[in-house]
């Protein structure tokens, strides 16, 4: 005779992801309200008490989703993927500009950004697909759908232009794909031309801005007369590479269809990334790789949030008594430089609470992905685990000047009522897979 031995709805629930969440929004509206006042002790923001309100809603979408059974955003996936398109061509179209980015709707007084719960859209849009489409079908059929799915948003972003926010899809996409079981040689595709396009766009970023004289080389990617020239003959190359594939199937043909479809595709994103980023993003770009250049300007925020980090110490200067953040070097401190002020007060042993949390929570995930009962919440969990990896990866190596400055916030931590649902709804959809495992 079989007994239930299904165990009680407390102890299904995951405790640790709860207050590891819990612990890092409770550090963070700390943070916010430090990042509000002045070294005489004024408060001159009041952006801690909106943050109080952003999570307490947050936390009520985290139990909406956590009790919606995880299967039904599978039926809603494609409806879902559709309207974040179309809120995303609105935006492009009555959005507000906010820090030189049309990003966000008005409603009311209050501001939206569609682009950040996009990601988690993307999240449930490439588990459907993967679940749907990824058994015993064509690999390559499968990849491109999901390389589809991803670049739509992400042309839409750019165009706004996000180039921080556009960039988190593509690990997402990287990470559920590989977790889907797709052939490897697919995943190298990306992963080689988003680094010939990075290291593309930093080279012509210092040719254009710093270099005494224009590097000859880069003058590929600004002027037309080059450019009419090598996009088409790259362009022919690729397709000729696939015709002979598709005619002869031989090795060679797969390489040489494989090379020259990263070179065509590498050169399309460096010229558009030229035509797209504007003159202060550039100067991001390369201030990450000297920020002595433009110490007043673009290199200000590097060296201010490397100093806040490094002065902390290993205790740190104490509750509300950083220097940088008080005496207002600090730019941005509330959303994209948190952490900075974090570190400057809480020290290394603060810095290292972070991290743990953080670190839990993406181990938690990897765990609810490992024992999830179906292939839809195992994709869903990692393409949770890979958007919150990067965001810490990217915020805080931004914070200590290993990373260029992309405006990324720190989840749970940075100011904002977009990104603080964003991953409050995705903790909801981690909750209600480990509660259905």
């Not at 590097?302 to 207002?328: C, D, W």
């Amino acid at each position: 005779m079989s007994q239930d031995r299904s165990p009680t709805t407390f102890l299904r629930l995951d405790i640790v992801l709860i207050l590891c969440v819990l612990g890092l929004m409770a550090l963070g509206i700390a943070f916010i309200y430090s990042s509000g006042v002045t070294s005489e002790g004024y408060r001159v923001s009041d952006e801690w008490s909106k943050q109080i309100i952003w999570s307490a809603t947050g936390l009520v979408l985290m139990v909406m989703f956590s009790f919606i059974d995880y299967h039904r955003w599978k039926q809603w996936a494609v409806p879902s993927y559709i309207a974040i398109l179309v809120l995303l061509v609105s935006v492009l179209i009555f959005g507000n500009y906010v820090k030189g980015a049309r990003a966000w709707i008005g409603i009311g007084g209050i501001g939206i950004q569609p682009s950040e719960f996009g990601k988690l859209v993307l999240i449930i849009t490439l588990a459907w697909w993967f679940d749907e489409r990824g058994r015993g079908a064509d690999g390559l059929r499968v990849w491109l759908g999901a390389i589809g799915l991803t670049a739509v948003p992400m042309l839409l972003i750019l165009i706004q232009p996000d180039l921080g926010t556009a960039f988190v899809y593509i690990p997402i996409l990287i990470a559920m794909a590989f977790i889907s079981g797709l052939d490897w040689k697919y995943l190298i595709f990306p992963i080689v031309t988003g680094l010939i396009i990075v290291v593309g766009v930093l080279g012509y970023a210092w040719s254009e801005n710093i270099a005494a004289t224009s590097s000859g080389f880069f003058r590929l990617f600004s002027e037309w007369k080059l450019i009419r020239i090598v996009l088409p003959a790259f362009g022919l190359l690729t397709i000729l590479a696939f015709i002979g594939l598709l005619f002869f199937h031989r090795r060679i043909y797969t390489g040489l269809l494989s090379f020259f479809g990263i070179m065509f595709t590498s050169y399309l994103g460096i010229i558009g990334a030229a035509r797209v980023l504007k003159g202060y993003q550039m100067m991001r770009l390369v201030v990450f790789l000297d920020p002595q250049i433009d110490p007043r300007g673009a290199g200000w925020h590097i060296i201010q949030s490397v100093t806040a980090v490094g002065s902390g110490g290993l205790l740190g200067k104490g509750f509300l008594r950083g220097t940088q953040s008080h005496y207002r070097y600090l730019p941005e401190q509330s959303t994209d430089f948190i952490f900075s002020i974090l570190a400057e007060e809480m020290g290394f042993l603060g810095s290292l609470l972070v991290f743990s949390l953080f670190t839990l929570i993406i181990l938690r995930a990897l765990y609810i992905a490992y024992t999830s009962k179906d292939r839809y919440g195992t994709y869903v969990s990692v393409g949770v685990a890979a958007m919150v990896s990067f965001h810490v990866i990217q915020n805080i190596g931004m914070a200590i000047g290993v990373m260029p400055i992309t405006g990324i916030p720190l989840f749970f931590l940075s100011y904002g009522g977009s990104s603080l649902w964003t991953a409050l709804m995705s903790i909801g959809l981690l909750l209600s897979i480990h509660y259905r495992r």
